[in-house]
């Protein structure tokens, strides 16, 4: 799968399950997960972040999500 074609929730659902067997624990997937969810949820110009792909997702796109989190 190229950047062009695999989103941020394709990845992060890929991350998830490929995580070092260490951090394969119940408590690290459930906050993985909820991590992931935020940034794949979180939207710029109506559009959903997560269903980007990730080879079109820019560093202004990370400072408005930081930005969001840090207000929240």
Known sequence: TTTAALTVNAFGALFVERARPARRDAAHRTNRRSMLRQ?????????????????????????????HLRSA
């Open 39 to 67: 940034l794949g949820e979180f939207a710029i110009g109506g559009r959903p972040l997560g269903t980007k792909p990730i080879g079109t997702i820019t560093e202004d796109d990370f400072e408005l999500f930081m930005t």
